[in-house]
């Protein structure tokens, strides 16, 4: 019933500014879709679209979103590179079975993105 997942969107103030440092630390190229004042700026990683559309009170706003989990081979050594890279602390490591812990971090822009991995 259901594919694979293809994009995920979060809801930024900036939403260029959001792409542009997460494709910095991803090494991926931005996109972007300018109608007046919306913007929408993503990247692909992995075939996945990363988007950021334009927050806005009413309709889109920030928070409240799924966490979405990035699959990565040194949790420890990721989430130290997130940090440095100017994102806070926010859950975790947790060790939630054998093998496989998470952690949630906040980005500069107040997304919270997940990590799972040994």
Same mark, same amino acid.
């Given at each position: 019933m259901f594919g694979p997942? $293809?994009?995920?969107?979060? &809801?930024a103030v900036d939403p260029e500014r959001s792409a542009r440092w997460w494709a910095g630390l991803l090494g991926a190229e931005v996109h972007l879709d300018v109608d007046g004042e919306s913007v929408y700026a993503w990247l692909t990683v992995a075939g996945v679209e990363i988007g950021f559309h334009q927050a806005d009170d009413d309709r889109n706003p920030r928070g409240g979103s799924p966490v979405v989990y990035w699959a990565v081979t040194d949790l420890d050594a990721t989430r130290g590179r997130l940090l440095t890279? #100017?994102?806070? !602390? !926010?859950? #975790?490591?947790? $060790?939630?079975?054998?093998g496989r812990r998470i952690c949630q971090i906040i980005d500069? &822009? #107040?997304?919270?993105? #997940?990590?799972?991995?040994?």
């Open positions: 997942v $293809t994009t995920v969107m979060t &809801f890279a #100017g994102c806070v !602390h !926010h859950r #975790g490591p947790l $060790t939630v079975s054998a500069p &822009f #107040g997304t919270v993105i #997940g990590l799972e991995g040994p």
